[in-house]
């Protein structure tokens, strides 16, 4: 039987016994209804996975027991990518931060470009960087990760590239394709993906006075949420730890 993995925004230590927070005890007890006995993995984003047994379990209270030694921990990708995407419609952009979680992104950042018709501010957009968050916990839960992903707050992609950094900078563009020129290994990228429709042509064109190079990801074009996938599992392959085996 697969032991489930729970991430807490609680201290974990090793022998400790604790009482879960209430997201994760409505999740333990109520979705999973598992009870005293049973085994669990705990995880609060500092890298490390602590295997646990609960001790109590009723609607309201969950208490576990931490083991003595630590699980062995699955490394962070060596190679650091942020993905920066246009908000798109739908479910659309929960499933490429499902994917790009579980694909080993380390951050993401929702951006508001001039083709994208998702209207967010004040309460309605502080709900949705709740779910978006919601959804990267989930992810990383069920991929084994034990890192969380920076989930940035939208903002416009003008106001974005004065936080790139990055050692190779890349944008998306079905028209347009360069050689992308490195000297040494890469640690460090960016990814930029437009929503429906792709960024503008005034978009890409500034994008690659900012530096960027213009990334084509083969002859067809691909749906705003398949070109990030598509594109951090090139990036991960050439650089990261994706591999055959």
Known sequence: ????????????????????????????????RMRAGRELILFNGDGSAYPAVITEASKKLVSCQLGEDLLASSPPSPLKIELAVGISKGDRFDWVIQKATELGVSKITPLFTERCDVKLSGERQDKKQRHWQQIMVSACEQSGRNDLVDIQNACRLQEWYATVNSQ???????????????DGPVNHITLLVGPEGGLSDDEIA????????????????????????AAISIVQHRWGDMAWY
């Open 206 to 229: 500034y994008s690659i006075k900012q530096g960027f190079s213009a990334l084509q990801l083969g002859p067809r074009v691909l749906r705003t949420e398949t070109a990030p996938v």
């Open 1 to 32: 039987m697969r032991v489930p993995r729970i991430y807490v925004e609680q201290d974990l230590a090793t022998g400790q016994a604790l009482s879960l927070d209430e997201r994760a005890a409505h999740y333990v007890a109520q979705v999973l």
């Open 168 to 182: 190779v900078k890349l944008v998306l563009c079905p028209s347009l394709n360069e050689e992308i020129a490195v």
